[in-house]
């Protein structure tokens, strides 16, 4: 059976099966599946490429790298900025083809839609501003100057649960700095990446500027991407084991690196927090895309003077919440990206029932359709060291823990060996500050549950990884500072 995406789309040559290397879309005899998950049905046969189709790739992003690092930041800047126009102008045809390879509701895939694309337009004017400086020397004939140069060829690996965006950001950024680009998708949702490169095409980006390869040998790019002598920087985004196998890749030919890894995000919510607004921002942290973000609230830490009325709150909002098929406009919450999630899910909430925790509520909806769906589901009674609290989720379960005082909550918040995004609500300008400084994290939302945007630093510390995307620091992960020093001058 499968789902007949194509009907969907107004314009239907957004839909691609095929890699995209230097400006040409390679055709390949091998193919393989991607599901929808709200059905469990195939949307399309993708070409299944591989090594051969990588080295296409690098060989076509080196000799493009001559020009593209040479055209003038402005140029390249139009470019990016009619790439972001159409991106906006399709937002409606990328969100159906993001809602049914990765499953996330259609309002949450036109919201993705647009935070990617807001990156394309925000690096477009940013790489105008890469800076320079002159530097004071030491005596009256001599000069030292830096200059900022684009680093080469860069890869990049992207995750399943933000197919769209992930892969946005990271090229933004680099085709701004003056870098050409292979993007290797999740195999899980190939067909964003694909749609993101019909419209660079169009915004007449030139051959070899920007790459998507896709295939499901997984291993063999990855080493292709990170090891082959002509990359000069990797950036990945997924779990902190491939990461650490990548980076150790890398150091083989001393690659620099970019890693957005693994998070175990907490939640803190002191006594004189305004509830309302931390129920608010803990629904906003913890059931976008159903959980399965890696800066999602993954334990949710209750002062326990108002552990009762945030529970009772937090529950009424859960219980507001639609599970189903991400096509219907009424669904909050749609499908993990398949089986296999549920089962990784399902298997945490029972180990720690056994250890303790309590369900406090779990929605029992009706689905039709087969899809890989896992209900909302609330626990209290945990306990920082079970393993639901150790572990990334990844799935709509909300972990509450209680505590009795600052210095403790802390403690646990920082009782990990992650560290991308922490959440805490108070009204107190001084624990706001304390708080905030303690926290051991790259990304602090402070009565806040929504953190990224293209302005702001993105990344973390620990074992969730190094470098930073969005913002000015951003660019600078794909550029090199060369220092100039003349002599003679006096």
Partial sequence: MTTNLLSLLQDKALLKTQSYINGQWHKNDDSFQVMNPATNTVIAQVNDDSVAA????????????????????????????????LIEQHQEDLAYILTVEQGKPLAEARGEIAYGASYIQWFAEEGKRAYGDIIPASSSDKRIAVIKEPIGVVSAITPWNFPHAMLARKAAAALAAGCTFIGRPSELTPLSALALAVLSQRAGIPAGVFNVVVGTNAQQMGELLSEHKDIAKLSFTGSTRVGKLLAAQCASSVKKVSLELGGNAPFIVFDDADIDAAVKGAMAAKFRNAGQTCVCANRIFLQATIADEFTEKFTTAVKALAVGNGLEEK???????????????????????????????????????????????????????????????????????????????????????????????????????????????????????????????????KESGYGREGSKYGLAEYMTVKSLSFGGLG
């Fill in 54 to 85: 990588v080295l296409l790739a690098i060989d076509g992003a080196k000799n493009a790298f001559k020009a593209w690092s040479k055209k003038p930041a402005n140029e390249r800047a139009q470019l990016l900025q009619q790439w972001f126009t």
């Fill in 331 to 461: 669904s909050a919450i749609g499908p993990l990206i398949n089986e296999k999630a549920v089962i990784k899910v399902k298997e945490l909430v029972d180990k720690s029932i056994t250890l303790g925790a309590k369900i406090v509520y779990q929605q029992s909806s009706e689905k039709s359709g087969g899809g890989s769906f896992f209900d909302p589901l609330i626990l209290s009674d945990v306990h920082n060291h079970m393993d639901i609290a150790q572990e990334e989720i990844f799935g709509p379960v909300a972990s509450l823990i209680t505590f009795n005082n600052e210095t403790e909550v802390i403690a646990m918040a920082n009782d990990t060996p992650y560290g991308l995004a922490a959440y805490f609500y108070s009204q107190n300008i001084n624990r706001i500050w304390r708080v905030a400084e303690q926290l051991h994290f790259g990304m602090v939302g402070i009565n806040e549950g929504a953190i990224s945007n293209a302005a702001a630093p993105f990344g973390g510390v």
